[in-house]
């Protein structure tokens, strides 16, 4: 495995690093593969990249890079050093992601022709 040319590749025309959601745009938002490899390795590194980032610069990058709806939604949020923000980014998140999960736990039955009592 070459990190260097992974590195490189996960950067945009700028020399930033890219979102998560660009860097592996078929890695599903809660998959496993986000806590091992390459792709654990990127979201850690972006994570303290755009920490380390001034306001401005956040700014400017979150226009550049909106994140995807719904399954990213809240990701900018939850980095935020406001108590307040990281605070709606987490119930955003985890509203967004209860309601997928109530929907295809409520769907999936009925899409399969089984009936529910």
Do not use: Q
């Not at 930033?16 to 979201?43: C, Q, T, V």
């Not at 755009?50 to 990701?75: F, I, Q, V």
Request: without cysteine; glycine residues 4%; charged residues 25%.
């Amino acid at each position: 495995m070459n990190d260097k040319r992974e590195t490189v590749e996960l950067r945009d025309e700028y020399g930033d690093l890219l979102p998560p959601w660009r860097a592996f745009p078929k890695l599903p938002r809660f998959s496993i593969s986000w806590r091992m490899g390459i792709p654990e390795s990127h979201l850690t590194d972006w994570t303290n990249w755009y920490l380390d980032l001034p306001e401005d610069e956040r700014r400017k990058y979150r226009r550049r890079y909106r994140a995807p709806w719904p399954l990213w939604t809240g990701s900018y949020l939850t980095l935020s050093r406001s108590s307040a923000t990281t605070v709606f980014g987490f119930v955003t998140t985890a509203i967004v992601f209860l309601m997928l999960a109530a929907v295809r736990f409520a769907l999936f039955p009925w899409v399969r022709g089984i009936k529910i009592d």
